[in-house]
């Protein structure tokens, strides 16, 4: 059975970091492109980043394109997201996912495997 576990959000000031991981067990974690996601209170879903099987190919949110670098250790079935320079408007559940699918996708409903989330607050 396929979890994937969040860690390593928190509470930081703006212009702070953190870095999230994701693990992963009872999977075959280099079939998997990794992506992150994120909630706001009251708002939808929304995709951050992907990053490819190999991690030679990875997709960013222009929001947070040159604030947060995704990598993996596929060694140890992780996934990382070292968010810096954080804004008030980050703050949201941050959820890691996993997809079998050939390409690269945004779309949520396209990865098959979700974790329960961590919380990060960026405060003003």
């Known amino acids: 059975q396929v979890q994937l576990v969040e860690s390593g959000g928190g509470l930081v000031q703006a212009g702070g970091s953190l870095r999230l991981s994701c693990a992963c067990s009872?999977?075959?974690?280099?079939?998997?492109?990794m992506g992150w996601f994120r909630q706001a209170p009251g708002k939808e879903r929304e995709f951050v980043v992907v990053?490819?099987?190999?991690?030679?190919?990875?997709d960013y949110e222009d929001s947070v394109k040159g604030r947060f670098t995704i990598s993996r250790d596929n060694a140890k079935n992780t996934v990382y997201l070292q968010m810096n320079s954080l804004k008030p408007e980050d703050t949201a559940v941050y959820y890691c996912a996993a997809a079998a699918s050939v390409q690269l996708n945004r779309r949520g409903e396209r990865y098959d495997y979700w974790g329960q989330g961590t919380q990060v607050t960026v405060s003003s």
């Open positions: 009872g999977c075959t974690f280099s079939r998997y492109h």
């Open positions: 990053i490819s099987r190999s991690g030679v190919s990875i």
